[in-house]
């Protein structure tokens, strides 16, 4: 007697069963993405997230996509060629250029935005001035190669729904207020200079933020990342979307061919055998969170744990592993296993530990970083990629991989310094937590953090010489358009340079972390899982950080982990319909795919 088949095939009868076409798998943008697209396709979808809420990372992400060649910029008189993007992506990822899935992406780009834009709740705003990182590359761009969502109130969001979106990160909020990128940050750091329209502008945000917790007991100006998400789960509900919280996938189901057909699930009420007659997509965030994969694949991390991600604590390889164990190729030949972004830890009073990103200080005037020798190690105008990358390249082996941000009392009460906001805001919190350090010399702020105090002296002094002439001789910060877009336009000769000058001086220590992982399932051009000899596997889809990035472990451009997810996911949920022509304007792709979303 086989016990073991006898207790599941015992189980398999105990479990409830649902039929659907799709299942998505992951609740992120890759896989709201697919599920929307399925769902206007006609098809019956389910999505099954593990965590109480969805979102994932993409609720604590900035929101922007990279998108080049969108309908936005275009309506802007912008018309840009595929072969320009092309360039700029063959300079940039050099031997991990894959000219099928580079392909597949720039085609179905500006379809993929015309889609949600024309046809679902999912608006857009252009990234009128957001630059590609590399603006000395041939083919880089200099604005409208980005979209953002476009914020919305969620009080259009039925309360059911809104129950299951998931938060803004506190860390990157004003009080679980989110602020967006551009105009609205803007006017918040203007309010901190006193400029009456900025403080206007802060002071009505401030106050209908105020009176959303006491109605609502939450934020409910989505802008970003919740602003995405709450989009998608909108279009998702509007088009009859199952969308499930709470509901771990446990294991893949597969038919006597070998065909993915659904997964076993659990769920609040017990077991679910989810059948999918089309097909499963695997959207589940990545491996940012798995302390084993982290150990093997990221430098500098010897025991798994010498690493804080951005991304929610779900996110720790499920999906992956679900591929994995119906013969998927886990495609981990990347430059980087990681989307590395700079962050600081903030300690709270009840023990816990916040992390934060360093995502806009790092440009502005008057602030440069600092290993533990005192020197520099990186152009800190340069991408959230860059700075972690060059921190880890300058660690030496066996050493604690870390860095210092430096600036004076002028830079902190006009910019935020990692989670210390400017004025109004105080500093004695962030004091006396220690999150910030503070010296009245720059000396005496060195023995406080540990630095080498001559050699972080000198730094000071040249890097102000510099500063003050506009120039940075040593990593050349404020060369491109990126660099001077992220400073302050107020600061000339160079938006990005300022000396650091006035004291007392401050600093906060930043360690590597990331947005999620670029390693993951390889996939084809249609988004189909492949198997150790390159075959589709029947059946499996995946999109999102499960899927190996495009990019090829590069970070190019801001936005290359939510435009390549939206897109991807795109394109999977149409292969799963078998769609022909495309939605926004009914045009054929440049070669039709034979559709293989069907069950036969």
Request: aromatic letters at 8%; one cysteine or more.
């Given at each position: 007697?086989?016990?073991?088949?006898?207790?599941?095939?015992?189980?398999s009868?105990?479990?409830?069963t649902?039929?659907?076409?799709?299942?998505?798998?992951?609740?992120?943008?890759?896989?709201?993405?697919?599920?929307?697209?399925?769902?206007?396709?006609?098809?019956?979808?389910?999505?099954?997230?593990?965590?109480?809420?969805?979102?994932?990372?993409?609720?604590?992400?900035?929101?922007?996509?990279?998108?080049?060649?969108?309908?936005?910029?275009?309506?802007?008189?912008?018309?840009?060629?595929?072969?320009?993007?092309?360039?700029?992506?063959r300079?940039?990822?050099?031997?991990?250029?894959?000219?099928?899935?580079?392909?597949?992406?720039?085609?179905?780009?500006?379809?993929?935005?015309?889609?949600?834009?024309?046809?679902?709740?999912l608006?857009?705003?252009?990234?009128?001035?957001?630059n590609?990182?590399?603006?000395?590359?041939?083919?880089?761009?200099?604005?409208?190669?980005s979209?953002?969502?476009?914020?919305?109130?969620?009080?259009?969001?039925?309360p059911?729904?809104?129950?299951?979106?998931?938060?803004?990160?506190?860390?990157?909020?004003?009080?679980?207020?989110?602020?967006?990128?551009?105009?609205?940050?803007?006017?918040?750091?203007?309010?901190?200079q006193?400029?009456?329209?900025?403080?206007?502008?802060?002071?009505?945000?401030?106050?209908?933020?105020?009176?959303?917790?006491?109605?609502?007991?939450?934020?409910?100006?989505?802008?970003?990342?919740?602003?995405?998400?709450?989009?998608?789960?909108?279009?998702?509900?509007?088009?009859?979307?199952?969308?499930?919280?709470?509901?771990?996938?446990?294991?893949?189901?597969?038919?006597?061919?070998?065909?993915?057909?659904?997964?076993?699930?659990?769920?609040?009420?017990?077991?679910?055998q989810i059948?999918?007659?089309?097909?499963?997509?695997?959207?589940?965030?990545?491996?940012?969170?798995?302390?084993?994969?982290?150990?093997e694949l990221?430098?500098?991390?010897?025991?798994?744990?010498?690493?804080?991600?951005?991304?929610?604590?779900?996110t720790?390889?499920?999906?992956?592993?679900l591929?994995?164990?119906?013969?998927?190729?886990?495609?981990t030949?990347?430059?980087?296993?990681?989307?590395?972004?700079?962050?600081?830890?903030?300690?709270?009073?009840n023990?816990?530990?916040?992390?934060?990103?360093?995502?806009?200080?790092?440009a502005?005037?008057?602030s440069?970083?600092?290993?533990?020798?005192?020197?520099?190690?990186?152009?800190?105008?340069?991408?959230?990629?860059d700075?972690v990358?060059?921190?880890?390249?300058?660690?030496?082996?066996?050493?604690?991989?870390?860095?210092?941000?430096?600036?004076?009392?002028?830079?902190?009460?006009?910019?935020?310094?990692?989670?210390?906001?400017?004025?109004?805001?105080?500093?004695?919190?962030?004091?006396?937590?220690?999150?910030?350090?503070?010296?009245?010399?720059?000396?005496?702020?060195a023995?406080?953090?540990?630095?080498d105090?001559?050699?972080?002296?000198q730094?000071?002094?040249?890097?102000?010489?510099?500063?003050?002439?506009?120039?940075?001789?040593d990593?050349?910060?404020?060369?491109?358009?990126?660099?001077?877009?992220?400073?302050?336009?107020?600061?000339?000769?160079n938006?990005?340079?300022?000396?650091?000058e006035?004291g007392?001086?401050?600093?906060?220590?930043?360690?590597?972390?990331?947005?999620?992982?670029?390693?993951?399932?390889?996939?084809?051009?249609?988004?189909?899982?492949?198997?150790?000899?390159?075959?589709?596997?029947?059946?499996?889809?995946?999109?999102?950080?499960?899927?190996?990035?495009?990019?090829?472990?590069?970070?190019?451009?801001?936005?290359?982990?939510?435009?390549?997810a939206?897109?991807?996911?795109?394109?999977?949920?149409?292969?799963?319909?078998?769609?022909?022509?495309?939605?926004?304007?009914?045009?054929?792709?440049?070669?039709?795919?034979?559709?293989?979303g069907?069950?036969?």
């Open positions: 007697m086989n016990e073991p088949a006898d207790r599941m095939a015992t189980a009868s105990q479990r409830r649902l039929d659907c076409d799709v299942l998505v798998i992951g609740s992120g943008a890759g896989g709201l993405s697919a599920a929307v697209t399925a769902a206007y396709h006609g098809l019956k979808v389910i999505v099954v997230e593990k965590a109480e809420v969805c979102g994932g990372a993409t609720s604590w992400s900035g929101g922007w996509a990279w998108t080049p060649g969108n309908p936005l910029a275009r309506a802007a008189g912008v018309n840009e060629d595929k072969e320009t993007f092309r360039t700029y992506l300079h940039r990822l050099g031997g991990q250029y894959q000219a099928d899935k580079v392909d597949a992406f720039l085609e179905a780009v500006p379809h993929m935005v015309g889609f949600f834009q024309d046809k679902t709740s608006q857009f705003v252009p990234g009128a001035r957001i590609d990182v590399y603006g000395n590359t041939p083919g880089a761009g200099t604005g409208n190669r979209v953002g969502p476009e914020p919305i109130n969620a009080r259009r969001i039925r059911e729904l809104r129950a299951k979106m998931r938060h803004q990160l506190y860390e990157t909020s004003f009080l679980g207020m989110g602020i967006m990128a551009g105009p609205d940050l803007g006017k918040f750091l203007s309010a901190s006193g400029n009456l329209q900025g403080l206007f502008h802060a002071g009505w945000r401030s106050a209908f933020h105020l009176l959303d917790l006491v109605t609502h007991r939450r934020n409910m100006q989505l802008v970003n990342g919740t602003a995405l998400t709450g989009r998608l789960m909108k279009s998702a509900d509007d088009l009859g979307v199952d969308l499930r919280v709470s509901t771990p996938a446990r294991r893949l189901l597969t038919d006597a061919a070998g065909k993915v057909t659904g997964a076993v699930v659990d769920s609040p009420e017990g077991g679910l059948n999918a007659s089309r097909g499963v997509v695997l959207a589940a965030g990545g491996f940012p969170n798995d302390v084993q994969r982290r150990k990221f430098p500098n991390t010897p025991t798994g744990r010498e690493h804080w991600t951005l991304a929610p604590k779900e720790n390889g499920d999906g992956i592993s591929g994995q164990s119906v013969g998927a190729r886990f495609k030949d990347v430059k980087s296993a990681a989307a590395w972004c700079p962050v600081s830890l903030v300690p709270y009073r023990g816990r530990t916040g992390t934060f990103p360093h995502i806009m200080d790092r502005k005037p008057g440069i970083g600092v290993l533990r020798t005192g020197k520099r190690f990186v152009n800190e105008a340069n991408g959230y990629y700075y990358a060059a921190m880890l390249e300058a660690t030496p082996e066996g050493a604690t991989a870390e860095s210092w941000q430096i600036a004076d009392s002028r830079f902190v009460r006009r910019f935020p310094l990692g989670m210390a906001k400017p004025l109004p805001v105080p500093l004695f919190p962030y004091l006396r937590s220690g999150y910030l350090k503070k010296g009245r010399t720059i000396e005496e702020l023995a406080n953090c540990g630095i105090p001559a050699a972080l002296q730094t000071v002094a040249e890097f102000n010489e510099n500063a003050r002439r506009g120039v940075d001789p990593f050349g910060r404020g060369e491109t358009a990126f660099n001077r877009y992220g400073g302050d336009a107020r600061t000339q000769p938006p990005s340079l300022g000396p650091i006035q007392p001086f401050y600093a906060v220590r930043v360690v590597p972390g990331s947005f999620g992982t670029f390693a993951g399932l390889d996939a084809d051009a249609r988004s189909r899982v492949l198997d150790h000899n390159g075959e589709p596997i029947a059946g499996l889809y995946v999109a999102g950080n499960d899927q190996a990035n495009v990019m090829g472990g590069h970070y190019p451009a801001g936005g290359i982990n939510l435009g390549p939206l897109t991807f996911g795109y394109i999977a949920g149409r292969d799963l319909a078998g769609a022909a022509a495309y939605e926004d304007d009914g045009t054929l792709p440049d070669a039709v795919p034979e559709p293989s069907s069950a036969a």
